[in-house]
């Protein structure tokens, strides 16, 4: 899974350079990069997020449950979703005008070719949902390679549809024709991205039949559970809006400054970067872990729940805090190798490199919390992550307000990356406070927790890993960015391998004995 993701990722930033080289950072990039993220958007607002969460936990039960192993409850389920799927779908494309008037301010051209793109690219969201239902039918049935790798796929049919733009275009105003190839192109790639699966799945012997008798089936509790869920992505989604409104509005007020590149498309940017190593560590980590935890909450067994999610926590962390570590200390030679191409400038560059920076810190947040909130999914208890999530969206909102409000416009949107950061690490430790008392039967206090204190010691050594990392990035600095990538990651990897033993981190030992345990196996056979 982490292989399909590392090549998936890999391939996700060819993607982006050849997106931001055909189309810079400016109001053509806006365009696109706000109508490509309203099908996520409008697809995680109403059924995305319930599909993510109910799906493992609900198919895991029933298979344990019913005499057929769960398999018509299955079909049932992913006939009720592929139906809500194309209503939502042909809803969203008559809407669009509407969907993105809500997202931008955006008048005359600009409005007409974020419409464009936004009716070329909300297909998307019928082909997002086939992918997230048949992963999930995968996932319980103990398969998870299939869709970690098939992204690639899609990032391939975007890269192809960029370069046959890059190549045939004259890099000026988009004509109709180039904007339907690049809208219909990337529509394209989630299409296959989701249709790729349909081998693997008869690989792992389920047939689809779709069916209709519903009643008394018991799809009420699924059904139940996900409208709580559709309620926590309306929260998250109205502080997205926030966010969108806001850096859109700071990307044109810094336009009239004559400072390109501080606007909606370069937050999207560093954030996708940023997200990159939760994506290849703990989303391939909790996937793999979610049915098992969902087993043993089905059982009763929260021992093993709690022993799950310390795991998760442990494990995931070993690898996460040395990636923001890297992206805190190396944000500019890390932008410049990935974005710095074609109409991007090192101005631009250096914009995104203190989003990154901002946004950094974070990580370590945004992935405790993913496991936190698995846990309670597992319990099939969708209500109490809902509540949770409101002190996190709430400060996002409020923050980013604020930042737009006090900061020039070239440090408006650096600022809302770093109120995200601030809300994230706030609503994990409310969220590792509940969860705590929640396994823990209501007993033993938070801070004692041996969990939490490996969490410390890694956080300790993690600065300590940051401040020599900047150090040796700016020694190399002068031979290139990848010179200065390289020694700052060799700088973090020394540091956290010194500290190991004396701060206990045994999150990171055990990745160490475990990669000298194959390196001396390779030896051996060698």
């Not at 700088?491 to 206990?504: H, M």
Request: aromatic share 8%; charged share 10%; glycine share 10%.
């Amino acid at each position: 899974m982490a292989a399909g993701s590392v090549v998936s990722r890999a391939t996700g930033f060819v993607r982006s350079a050849v997106v931001a080289a055909g189309l810079g950072v400016g109001a053509a990039a806006d365009g696109y990069a706000v109508g490509n993220s309203v099908p996520t958007i409008v697809y995680m607002l109403l059924l995305g997020g319930a599909l993510n969460a109910v799906f493992v936990p609900e198919l895991v039960k029933a298979a344990k449950e019913h005499p057929d192993g769960g398999a018509a409850y299955t079909d049932r389920l992913l006939t009720v979703c592929v139906l809500a799927l194309l209503v939502l779908t042909a809803a969203a494309v008559w809407a669009a005008p509407a969907i993105v008037d809500v997202y931008t301010d955006y008048r005359g051209e600009q409005a007409a070719m974020t419409v464009a793109f936004a009716r070329y690219c909300l297909p998307q969201i019928f082909f997002l949902g086939v992918f997230t239902l048949l992963g999930q039918v995968l996932g319980a049935r103990g398969r998870f390679g299939a869709m970690m790798w098939t992204p690639v796929l899609n990032n391939l049919v975007v890269i192809t549809v960029f370069g046959l733009y890059l190549a045939a275009g004259d890099s000026g105003t988009l004509t109709p024709a180039e904007t339907a190839l690049l809208g219909w192109g990337t529509t394209a790639g989630i299409a296959v991205q989701a249709l790729a699966l349909l081998p693997f799945l008869r690989a792992a012997r389920f047939r689809f039949r779709p069916r209709f008798d519903w009643r008394g089936s018991g799809l009420t509790r699924p059904l139940r559970s996900a409208g709580w869920l559709v309620l926590l992505v309306l929260t998250n989604q109205a502080a997205y809006l926030v966010t969108t409104k806001l850096a859109t509005a700071a990307g044109a007020r810094a336009a009239a400054a004559h400072v390109d590149g501080a606007g909606f498309s370069a937050y999207n940017n560093a954030y996708m970067l940023w997200a990159v190593p939760h994506g290849i560590v703990t989303v391939s980590l909790v996937t793999a872990l979610m049915p098992r935890m969902s087993g043993s909450a089905a059982d009763g067994d929260t021992a093993a729940v709690r022993r799950d999610v310390a795991y998760a926590l442990r494990t995931s962390a070993a690898l996460i805090v040395p990636a923001a570590c890297a992206l805190l200390a190396l944000a500019g030679p890390v932008m410049t190798l990935v974005f710095q191409y074609g109409a991007v400038d090192a101005d631009d560059t250096a914009v995104m490199a203190g989003i990154l920076m901002a946004f950094a810190p974070g990580l370590v947040a945004f992935s405790g919390q993913y496991v936190l909130s698995r846990a309670f999914y597992a319990l099939s208890d969708t209500r109490t992550p809902f509540f949770l999530n409101l002190v996190i969206a709430g400060l996002n909102a409020a923050l980013s307000a604020t930042a737009y409000a006090l900061l020039p416009a070239r440090w408006a949107v650096t600022g809302m990356a770093g109120a995200y950061s601030l809300a994230l690490f706030t609503g994990w430790a409310v969220t590792a406070y509940v969860l705590h008392r929640r396994l823990a039967g209501g007993g033993g206090a938070l801070w004692r927790s041996a969990t939490l204190r490996g969490q410390l010691r890694l956080l300790a050594a993690a600065a300590l890993a940051t401040a020599v990392a900047r150090l040796a990035a700016r020694s190399a600095e002068p031979a290139g960015a990848l010179a200065a990538t390289a020694a700052g990651v060799l700088a973090i990897a020394a540091v956290l391998v010194l500290l190991a033993r004396p701060l206990r981190l045994d999150g990171t030992s055990a990745l160490l004995a475990g990669a000298t345990a194959r390196l001396r196996r390779r030896t051996v056979r060698r």
